[in-house]
């Protein structure tokens, strides 16, 4: 196999509201243990991927935090690296701060690499993909760039403002357009590309001597027409977290075991940090049904249909349902929360009566005490 | 204290007691509370008390231990100056030894602990269930310029003829040292927790291994040696939650033991004094529409959709829907189906439970079901 870089592009992603003021959607909390950013890290891992770069645009506080030295995603940790990748001169000017001027700035962790190939995936988007297949793809069809697509059936209503790639028969890219919710058949760009190294260079030598606010997707946009761009076609889980209803729709609907299964197998797992804590105590009054729960948790209440996180105190007479409760929060006795996200260690204790709708969600903010 | 003291802990034992438990896995390596080992308490116990220097001495079904201590990161012995040194007997140039006991063992590796050099040495056993911070036990040591300091715990008149029992003078220097007394003198039981002064440990190794009557024990052999010569031993008393599991039954209660919501293990407390375990790679555990769970302990990559209570549930485990479990443990990856009953029992990791079976409904004894 050639040796490959993958890259974790965070920048052009879509915030979730409150629950990003702090935080990028890479390290948003998803499904009680997990971060964004590790599906993304472990798709390349489990693609056999040990050199890996994360894109970062802002809020790396809470990044550096999950990542820590990376090794949670290397098969080996010697050969392997998870760099953080980010661009301080331009973080507070919005306009240059892409992807192309942080590569151009990191650039050392390009020379640090022997790979051939380079694989750009983002965060938002959540799938499952082996990337080797794509790979030997990219190379038997001898493209300049190999752009990852899902043929969908709903461009009406989701992925709105996302790419779309327009195709010849042949599969190669006439175009990328964002999608604005016209067709109902769409091809939709899973912002996952495939490049050579040479090329990339080339990529980044251009958008220096052509504009400074090019972003790659930019690039590679302006050069559909000149260079052969392929398409490789994705079949499986995938879905845009672009606000913070998506993100409370498509966490609890993995509630659901057919969904759950088209996000998850047996034969990928999916690393991320680990805290050492506790299994999940239940008290004599605990009632709970269709949930999971992640480590370290004290549930005495009724929790349905809900997500809990991480060390999450749930006192006796608390009713919680459908409920995205983050790590270590707190919801007093009595407390009754229908359709809310709580997010990290907040405390619902004065409140007995928080209500959200089902499609969009009240949200109880980072540690704030309510 | 980084190189001051290097622990040694014992981790040998087969644990025939624990029946089919501990046909492929040494004691050390037997499931405790819903995702842990047993040795990741004393590990973890090291870990947090500044210790970065570990030799785990292994000898029965040594494999899969080894593999679990892998370099020591589990517990973070893995740092620039730690050693996780495995130990298993090995052919030297005077031959090949089994550990003929719990002295010799560490006589056997000398070698390592004078590569070490440390001023003391902290003897562990690898099958108690407890948390201790060894830090304030080498405080007193140093304080009462001990030769040997040993753990005790304070127990009843009745339990103390099951127990290794230090009779102590006021100040807690040790005269006396019984093996279950019939008539005990002291209540002050040794937990198999010694802190030694190096020179002093290493010159009565050499010599007990010279003595051919000795059954190289170090409550047997070498504390009655120490004492014989005048040495300066001191009991050190532990205060807290403290299991030896040797049985099936123990080992069932000492998980039970979990459920009591005084914690007096404090599993659930001190969370700068976790306790480290191996990364399971699992999702959130998962509760289904028609589950009912009180009073349990359930791990992360469990599936509950049955009805479980007064249990501890490890990690991909599966209680289907019609299934009942209660008062029970249910170790790694073992299926109970729709229909089953399992009450008061230990069921042994990967092990199927058919529909049909009705385990133990009236028991009184707590049964281990295997393969």
Redesign the interface.
Known sequence: MPHILGLANLHGAPHLGPLTERRSIASTSF???YAFVDFTLSNFSNSGIDQMGILVEEKLRSLVKHIGSGVSYNANTKRGFCSIMYNEQYSSSPAYNNDINNLIENHWVLDQSNADYIIFAPCHLLYRMDYREALQYHIKKKASVTMIYKKFEDGQNSFINRDELKLDENGRVLNIVPNKGAKKNINISLETYIISRSKLEEFLEFAKDTSHFFSIRDVLSYMTGQLYIHSFAYEGYLRCFSSEEDYYRFSLELLNPDV?NSL?APDW???TR?Y????????????????????GS?IDGTVKGS??GRSVTIEKGAKIENCIIMSDAHIGANAKLKNCIVDNGAKVIHCNDLKGDSDQPLIVRERDIV | MQNEMVAMLLAGGKGTRLLSLTKKVAKPAVYYGGKYRIIDFPLSNAAHSGITRVGVLTQYESVALNNYIGNGSHWGIDGNNSVAGILPPRQTDEGANWYRGTADAIYQNIDFLDNQNPEYVLILSGDHIYKMNYAKMLAYHKEHNADLTVAVLNVTMEEASRFGIMNVNEDYSIYEFEEKPKKPKSTLASMGIYIFTYKTLRDALIRDAKNEESEHDFGKNIIPDLLARKKRLFAYTFEGYWKDVGTIASLWQANMDLLDPSDSLRLYKDDDFRILSEDARDLPQYIGKNANVRKSIVNQGAMVFGKVSGSVIFKGAIIEEGAIVTDSVIMPGAHIASGAQVNHAIVADNVFIDGNRKENLDGQDVVLLSR
């Open positions: 499904l009680g243990r759950l998850f797992p999916i690393y680990t050492d804590t506790p299994p999940v105590r239940y008290g004599d009054d605990a009632k709970i049904s269709n949930s999971f729960v992640s480590n004290m997500i809990i």
